[in-house]
Nanobody, 120 residues
Framework: QVQLVESGGGLVQPGGSLRLSCAPS????????IGWFRQAPGKERERVSC????????YYRESVKGRFTISKDNAKNTVYLQMNNLKPEDTAVYYC?????????????WGQGTQVTVSS
């Protein structure tokens, strides 16, 4: 059974940092890209970042460029999203997802989501 297990969310003050982890079970990172999406209350879900399965190329939405870094550890079969200089507008439920490639609108698998709250 395929699962995407997320961890690392929480409450942090503005300017703080968090690291999210996504560990797929049932497939390795060779087969799917891994993306992070987020959804804030009353807003549509948006793509935040993605890392490809093949060459490790990355994507970031404009509002997180320079603050967020996506990376992967193939040995641990885990993808990380390091989030620095967090802002209140980053508050959302963050979802790990497995599209076939980063530009695809189709997502094969979704994680359960982890809450990130940025507040003083």
């Amino acid at each position: 059974q395929v699962q995407l297990v997320e961890s690392g969310g929480g409450l942090v003050q503005p300017g703080g940092s968090l690291r999210l982890s996504c560990a797929p079970s049932g497939f390795t990172l060779d087969y799917y890209a891994i993306g992070w999406f987020r959804q804030a209350p009353g807003k549509e879900r948006e793509r935040v970042s993605c890392i490809s399965s093949s060459n490790g190329s990355t994507y970031y939405r404009e509002s997180v460029k320079g603050r967020f870094t996506i990376s992967k550890d193939n040995a641990k079969n885990t993808v990380y999203l390091q989030m620095n200089n967090l802002k209140p507008e980053d508050t959302a439920v963050y979802y790990c997802a497995a599209p076939p490639w980063c530009s695809s609108d189709y997502v094969a698998y979704w994680g359960q989501g982890t809450q990130v709250t940025v507040s003083s």
